[in-house]
């Protein structure tokens, strides 16, 4: 698989990639450098063609998905663009350098995992991909009523304070450090930390209130990160 940015693909044979994590205005992020050459039947076909490089980034601040790996990809924004025509007809070489604020890359596709609680105390082990902690969303449909179910990965437990009555569906989002009960936002009512997953293997724990049904279908889903 060649580089990808947007719908633009880049040719392998005559690309080049160099990554480098730094931190920018007090953050993590990571600058890629795409350098390469690129050629075409005619001055109109190459303009054309280094026109959709530098427009397949915008520089506004609006995201483009990059592939730099297959099933991977990162957020990036264009921060600059240069070109220099070469020897010979209807070529130039290119340096296009992106910035992603988010550092990290994701797997394309989610992974999910069933879970069927039975008891307080119920364990589910997972196993994410990539190299660095994953930040799952939980859901849990009551098959009965739960109180103050609680979700633990071993080092951060998260609470909700409530009662989530059967049937309805508590999600946690650790993404975007989340609550919601039948899609009514309850972040307020959580306390704690929400889980993540280790790349090394993660078990959850989930308890609850001894007033509760114990029971209840859940779910766990995540995207696998690399650093």
Do not use: C
């Amino acid at each position: 698989m060649g580089i990808v940015l947007g719908a633009y693909e880049f040719d392998a044979a005559r690309t080049s990639v160099v990554e480098k994590h730094e931190e920018i205005g007090g953050r993590d992020a990571r600058a890629i450098r795409i350098r390469g050459v690129i050629e075409a039947a005619d001055a109109a076909g190459l303009d054309a063609a280094l026109a959709a490089m530098l427009n397949a980034a915008s520089e506004s601040g609006e995201a483009t998905v990059l592939s730099l790996r297959a099933a991977r990809r990162l957020l990036v924004a264009r921060k600059t663009f240069t070109q220099e025509p070469l020897h010979g007809e209807h070529a130039a070489s290119f340096t296009l350098d992106l910035e992603a604020e988010d550092p990290y890359e994701y797997a394309e596709t989610a992974t999910n995992s069933a879970w069927s609680i039975t008891v307080s105390g119920a364990t589910h082990a997972v196993m994410p991909g990539g190299d660095a902690v994953s930040l799952p969303t939980i859901t849990f449909t009551a098959a009965g009523t739960l109180v103050r179910p609680t979700i633990s990965d071993g080092v951060r437990t998260l609470v909700y304070d409530g009662t989530v009555a059967d049937g309805e569906i508590l999600l946690f989002d650790s993404t975007r450090q989340r609550a919601t009960l039948a899609g009514v936002d309850v972040t307020p009512y959580v306390s704690g930390d929400f889980p993540r997953l280790d790349p090394a293997g993660t078990t959850l724990v989930y308890t609850d209130d001894a007033a509760s049904s114990h029971t209840a279908a859940a779910a766990v889903s995540w995207l696998d990160r690399w650093w």
